[in-house]
């Protein structure tokens, strides 16, 4: 602590640290004298660390990070999980509000509604918030463009794996140029809080994101969900040919421009290139919950496959309005996510020809390495399937998402059987009739007079026989028929072709995946493909 004279603080802080004081505490830009008199007074003043506190963050803000830091490591993760929604649910726009009014420089000029400015930025009102911080309207005086300014919780700002993470968002965003991809304008990493710049998306009426989309009109028609899909899957090939995973793909942060199809992701708060481990955080999974991949969920090591089942997800809400894995606690959730089916898209709604859940679940198979292959190759897929619900007669549905291959029936199948029996009985006669007694070596053929031998070497039915040409007469084989072995082989004809039969005839009870003969605990082998 730097010693100071203790008879300057009436002078200095009269009763109580004012404003101006309170803000150079957070952007530690007071004077050390004068710092170390103000750190002494906030221990002894209840009144003055209640202003710091409301200054730095809400209330809600300090509450949710209190219950997380405090949480004992049983309750911890759970906590964690369910950050983002209990602070949404807890915190009102008047104390957002107050709390950007409190850090923001007051306007010089009289703007209607202002809630101040954040060095050249003109901010106009509260576009949302989070467990990492709050996304503002505003606008840049400079460039004169409507602006969302995303800043870093103050409560957050002085831990620097917060700080890593926020600017991590915006390098893994600036480092990928696509159409689909939110653009970084600018960033702010050393300012209190840090914040970043972007584009204005939607609009306070129709809505910024997917999310508020899916909630104002419920389930979207197929073509549009396939065509927003597409555009994400295109964004995430960029993103991956660059080596980043986005990892946090879902409604909330796929964003809607205003009377325009097209679509942006946002919020690379979580991206971290494919091979960087540095930014971790024991016992915690980052993420939400109902889009997570299975091995994500698992807390295992994720890869641009994650991505893509997160994106199977997106599209199945799209679908249906509401996420395919939805329990009561973010851990039911997850387990859900890990162990159990999707329930068929068709079964919810009835209206979406079959082959509609043949494509979503190409997307949510558990086993990463059976999922499909890239993003690219899932953009083009839906881009087919797209063109194929707009114009059916001239773009035909893509070969991978035609019905399963239809099953002969169980009379063909036993008529195979029967068939391939005969065949092999018929093969065996003329052996039969060849096969030659065994202890005999010298029998003539049927219907031929055996020769007499002569002692010139010459027999009854004709000339001399050399040597060469007895050597040249064919020989008989012993080619006899087991018949003791026909029943054993029979057999096991019957059981190749029931095994057969059996694997054929998912196509009778209805198209499975091997995800789904597995997690009912059959063999995968056998399973029709999709």
């Known amino acids: ?64 990070t209190r219950r997380i830091y405090e949480a004992d490591e049983s309750t911890r993760h759970a906590t964690a999980l369910n950050f983002g929604s209990a602070v949404q649910q807890g915190r009102s726009d ?31 009102s509260v576009i949302g918030s989070g467990g990492m911080g709050v996304v503002a309207a505003g606008f840049d005086e400079q460039l ?16 620097a794996p917060a700080r890593r993470r926020f600017a991590r968002e915006a390098r893994a965003a600036a480092a990928i140029v696509h159409p689909a991809i939110m653009p970084i304008y600018s960033v702010s990493e050393q300012s209190h809080p840090p914040y970043l710049v972007m584009p204005l ?20 028609d197929l073509e549009t969900a396939l065509g927003i899909a597409a555009q994400v899957a295109e964004g995430l090939a960029a993103a991956h040919e660059r080596g980043v995973v986005h990892r946090d793909i879902k409604p909330g942060n796929i964003l809607m421009e205003e009377n325009s199809p097209r679509v942006l992701i946002g919020d690379f708060g979580l991206a971290r290139a494919i091979d ?35 994106l199977g997800s997106v599209l199945y809400a799209m679908l249906t309005g509401r996420p395919p894995f939805v329990a009561d606690s973010p851990i039911a959730v997850l387990r859900k996510v890990i162990d159990t089916p999707v329930q068929p898209v068709v079964s919810r709604v009835e209206s979406l020809p079959p082959w509609v859940d043949r494509l979503v679940r190409l997307f949510l198979v558990k086993d990463a390495n059976a999922r499909i292959v890239s993003a690219a190759e ?15 007669s001239r773009y035909p549905l893509p070969a991978r998402l035609g019905p399963p291959h239809r099953l002969k029936t169980k009379s063909t199948i036993t008529a195979m059987i029967a068939a391939i029996v005969l065949v092999m009985v018929g093969a065996s006669l003329p052996l039969l009739r060849q096969q030659t007694p065994q202890g005999s070596n010298d029998k003539s053929k049927p219907g031929v007079a055996s020769p ?31 018949w003791d072995a026909l029943p054993v082989e029979l057999q096991q004809i019957r059981d190749s072709l029931h095994e057969l039969e059996r694997d054929l005839n998912l196509d009778a009870v209805g198209f ?9 605990g059959q063999p995968a082998s056998g399973t029709a493909t999709q």
Request: charged share 20%; glycine share 8%; aromatic share 4%.
């Open 94 to 124: 008047d104390s957002i509000t107050s709390w950007l009014r409190a850090i923001a420089q007051p306007c010089q000029e009289d703007a209607s509604g202002s809630l101040g400015h954040i060095d050249r930025y003109r901010i106009d």
């Open 452 to 482: 007499k031998t002569l002692p010139t070497g010459q027999t009854s039915a004709g000339p001399s026989v050399t040597a060469m040409e007895r050597s040249a007469a064919p020989t008989e084989t012993d080619v006899s028929w087991h």
């Open 276 to 310: 960087d481990a540095t930014v971790t955080v024991s016992g915690m999974v980052a993420g939400t919950p109902q889009y997570m991949s299975p091995e994500q969920a698992a807390g295992e090591a994720v890869g641009p496959g994650s991505d893509l089942f997160s």
């Open 378 to 392: 899932a953009a083009q897929l839906l881009r087919e399937t797209e063109a194929h619900v707009r114009n059916p």
């Open 512 to 520: 499975e995946s091997i995800d789904d003969r597995r997690h009912r």
């Open 144 to 159: 004169a463009r409507p602006i969302a300014i995303k800043l870093l919780a103050p409560h957050l700002a002085g831990l």
């Open 1 to 64: 602590m730097v010693a100071v004279n203790r008879s300057s603080w009436g002078k200095a802080f009269p009763g109580h640290c004012d404003e101006a004081v309170l803000k150079g505490l957070l952007d530690e830009s007071l004077a050390a004298d004068l710092q170390a008199v103000a750190e002494d007074h906030l221990a002894a003043c209840t009144s003055c660390r209640d202003r710091l506190e409301t200054l730095a963050a809400a209330p809600a803000l300090w509450t949710e």
């Open 201 to 220: 998306v939607g609009s306070a009426t129709a809505g910024r994101s997917l999310q508020q989309r899916i909630d104002r009109e419920g389930p979207l």
